[in-house]
């Protein structure tokens, strides 16, 4: 006899800005998806980006790339400082102005795993970030 389990589901509650979420639902629509799919894809990615990136050992090269509100107060002297802590990492850095509030820094980076994802960390924990992305190639 064959049986066939079914999958448990779980329901969750999240909240999020207005305007992001209309954002997403307009884009899933675009897509063709329903906003349970979505999300299950999204926590997918992160998932599997976070193991890559967060589990690995040695050295890598690559970028830590943020969009941040600068109307924040204490932000970007927190991000400079933060910067200038982990100076045997970092090779570089280029900040643009994104429009009046919102800054665009991409950090270059070269170093042990761990040293990177401590950065990494460091920087999304910051109050007024609002997009972190950690892009490595192992070395």
Known sequence: MFVVSEKSVSRISVS????????FDKTVASM?????????LSMRNFLTE?????????TAAG????????????????????QHSYGDIISSALHIHLDERNCFLVIAVKGQIK??????????SKRGIKQLKLITVLS
């Open 63 to 82: 970028t830590i790339t943020i969009i941040y509100d600068h109307e924040v107060r204490g932000l970007e002297e927190s991000l400079t400082d933060t």
């Open 50 to 58: 976070y193991s890559w990136t967060y589990k690995e050992k040695g």
């Open 32 to 40: 063709g998806y329903d906003r349970s799919k979505a999300v299950q």
């Open 16 to 23: 999020v800005p207005t305007d992001l979420l209309t954002e």
């Open 115 to 124: 040293a990177i994802q401590k950065l990494a960390k460091e920087l999304m």
